[in-house]
C-alpha cells in the first residue's frame, strides 16, 4: 500500500534527508587512492551518529537473512550495489558508489553517489555522467497525476540512448516510516503504467546503470550484486516528496543544487 505523508511527517523526512546530504558532503574529500571502504564507512557512522542519526542500513537482513553487517554500502567498479565494507583499498582509475541511509525520529532518508578515484578512463567518467543526468531527468517526471511509469521510462531513454544499460533485477522504492515501501520503482518500461503520483508521496529514485549489458549476479554474501559480465556500473539515488509543483529533492543541500 502507498502511504501519502502528511506536511509533519514530510518535515520529518527532511531531516532525515538533510543528514544523508551533509554525510555525503563531509565524506567526499575521503575518496582518494589508499583509504579502505571500511575506513570511509566508520566515518559515515560517526558522523551521522554525531547529527542525531542512525545509518539505516547496519543490521538490515537480506532476503536470506544475513545482516548488513556495514553502515553503508560502498561498491567498486562492477559491484553494482551493497559492497560491503572491508580492508580494501581504493585505487586510482575506480569508480566508487556509495549509498548511505539515515533515519532519524522513525523516518528515513536513502541516497547514493558514484565517484570517480583520481583520473578515470572516459568511459567510466561518462557512465557516472549519464547515470547522475539519469536521475536528474527523472526527477523532474515525478509530479503529481503522472503515470509512475513516466519515471522509469525516463532513466531507461537517456541511459539507453547513451549506450549503456539499466540494471532490471533491481528497482527504487517508497519511503517513508520504513525504509523500503510501495511502491517498486523500475529504471524501465513504458511511460504510461503504475499508479498515477500524488501529492505527499516520497519515493527514493535510484538509477543503477551498467557500461555493458544489463544482467546481475548475486553472489554468494547475500548482499553483493555485480555486473555479469564485468563491466562497471554507476549509481545515483535521491529521496524526493511529490509536491503540487515541482518535486522536492530531500537528499540534497539547498545550496548545493
Given at each position: 500500500?502507498?502511504?501519502?505523508?502528511?506536511?509533519?511527517?514530510?518535515?520529518?523526512?527532511?531531516?532525515?534527508?538533510?543528514?544523508?546530504?551533509?554525510?555525503?558532503?563531509?565524506?567526499?574529500?575521503?575518496?582518494?587512492?589508499?583509504?579502505?571502504?571500511?575506513?570511509?564507512?566508520?566515518?559515515?557512522?560517526?558522523?551521522?551518529?554525531?547529527?542525531?542519526?542512525?545509518?539505516?542500513?547496519?543490521?538490515?537482513?537480506?532476503?536470506?537473512?544475513?545482516?548488513?553487517?556495514?553502515?553503508?554500502?560502498?561498491?567498486?567498479?562492477?559491484?553494482?550495489?551493497?559492497?560491503?565494507?572491508?580492508?580494501?583499498?581504493?585505487?586510482?582509475?575506480?569508480?566508487?558508489?556509495?549509498?548511505?541511509?539515515?533515519?532519524?525520529?522513525?523516518?528515513?532518508?536513502?541516497?547514493?553517489?558514484?565517484?570517480?578515484?583520481?583520473?578515470?578512463?572516459?568511459?567510466?567518467?561518462?557512465?557516472?555522467?549519464?547515470?547522475?543526468?539519469?536521475?536528474?531527468?527523472?526527477?523532474?517526471?515525478?509530479?503529481?497525476?503522472?503515470?509512475?511509469?513516466?519515471?522509469?521510462?525516463?532513466?531507461?531513454?537517456?541511459?539507453?540512448?547513451?549506450?549503456?544499460?539499466?540494471?532490471?533485477?533491481?528497482?527504487?522504492?517508497?519511503?517513508?516510516?520504513?525504509?523500503?515501501?510501495?511502491?517498486?520503482?523500475?529504471?524501465?518500461?513504458?511511460?504510461?503504467?503504475?499508479?498515477?503520483?500524488?501529492?505527499?508521496?516520497?519515493?527514493?529514485?535510484?538509477?543503477?546503470?551498467?557500461?555493458?549489458?544489463?544482467?546481475?549476479?548475486?553472489?554468494?554474501?547475500?548482499?553483493?550484486?555485480?555486473?555479469?559480465?564485468?563491466?562497471?556500473?554507476a549509481h545515483f539515488e535521491n529521496t524526493i516528496a511529490?509536491?503540487?509543483?515541482?518535486?522536492?529533492?530531500?537528499?540534497?543541500?539547498?545550496?548545493?543544487?
Open positions: 500500500m502507498i502511504t501519502i505523508k502528511s506536511a509533519v511527517e514530510i518535515d520529518r523526512l527532511r531531516e532525515s534527508g538533510r543528514i544523508v546530504a551533509l554525510t555525503f558532503r563531509h565524506i567526499e574529500p575521503m575518496v582518494v587512492p589508499g583509504i579502505t571502504t571500511e575506513e570511509i564507512d566508520r566515518e559515515i557512522c560517526r558522523f551521522i551518529t554525531s547529527q542525531g542519526g542512525r545509518p539505516a542500513f547496519k543490521g538490515i537482513p537480506s532476503s536470506t537473512g544475513v545482516p548488513f553487517p556495514g553502515n553503508s554500502c560502498i561498491s567498486i567498479d562492477e559491484e553494482v550495489v551493497h559492497g560491503i565494507p572491508n580492508g580494501r583499498k581504493l585505487q586510482a582509475g575506480q569508480i566508487v558508489g556509495i549509498d548511505i541511509g539515515v533515519e532519524k525520529g522513525g523516518f528515513y532518508g536513502d541516497a547514493a553517489r558514484t565517484y570517480k578515484v583520481g583520473n578515470v578512463s572516459s568511459l567510466k567518467d561518462r557512465l557516472v555522467q549519464v547515470t547522475k543526468e539519469a536521475l536528474a531527468i527523472a526527477i523532474q517526471e515525478a509530479r503529481a497525476e503522472r503515470p509512475l511509469g513516466a519515471i522509469s521510462h525516463a532513466i531507461q531513454t537517456h541511459v539507453e540512448a547513451a549506450g549503456f544499460s539499466v540494471v532490471r533485477d533491481l528497482v527504487g522504492h517508497g519511503i517513508g516510516k520504513t525504509l523500503h515501501e510501495a511502491p517498486q520503482i523500475p529504471n524501465f518500461g513504458s511511460s504510461n503504467q503504475g499508479p498515477k503520483l500524488r501529492v505527499g508521496m516520497t519515493l527514493a529514485i535510484e538509477p543503477m546503470v551498467n557500461a555493458g549489458k544489463w544482467q546481475v549476479r548475486f553472489l554468494p554474501d547475500s548482499w553483493r550484486v555485480v555486473t555479469l559480465d564485468g563491466s562497471p556500473s511529490i509536491t503540487d509543483s515541482a518535486p522536492e529533492v530531500l537528499t540534497e543541500l539547498v545550496e548545493d543544487k
